[in-house]
């Protein structure tokens, strides 16, 4: 499966913004998918995952509250809705995917992921 990310671009602080990661080669049913993003000079970090066998949703703290992972019903496209977005949301955004099981404490690491879309970048200015 192919990834695209899309949904980046230059917003105000406190305004909204949704990422989108669609699927290409088949559908994310039994994904679990994953958006990690890259601030300049930092590491890439977990930002939210939603599991593929029960649709648990996972958030990092910063953004819980803020931020809410979904997927479509025709299970191709999976979204990131970015609420009241703060400057230190800058980064690079991307979408990961990974088939077949997953325990909960492996969510946040970018290495259980075998599949990722390039990046979105998403810049929030003060």
């Known amino acids: 499966v192919q990834l695209q990310a899309s949904g980046g671009g230059l917003v105000q602080a406190g305004d909204s913004l949704r990422l989108s990661c669609v699927a290409s080669g088949g559908t994310l049913s039994r994904y679990t998918m994953g958006w990690f993003r890259q601030a300049p000079g930092k590491e890439r970090e977990f930002v939210a995952a939603i599991r593929g066998s029960d649709r648990s949703e996972y958030y990092e703290g910063a953004v819980k509250g803020r931020f809410t992972i979904s997927r479509d019903a025709a299970k191709t496209t999976v979204y990131l809705h970015m609420n009241a977005l703060k400057p230190e949301d800058t980064a690079v955004y991307y979408c990961?995917?990974?088939?077949?099981?997953?325990?909960?404490?492996?969510?946040?690491?970018?290495?259980?992921?075998?599949?990722w879309g390039q990046g979105t970048l998403v810049t929030v200015s003060s």
């Open positions: 990961a995917g990974k088939s077949g099981h997953i325990i909960t404490s492996s969510v946040r690491y970018s290495t259980s992921y075998h599949y």
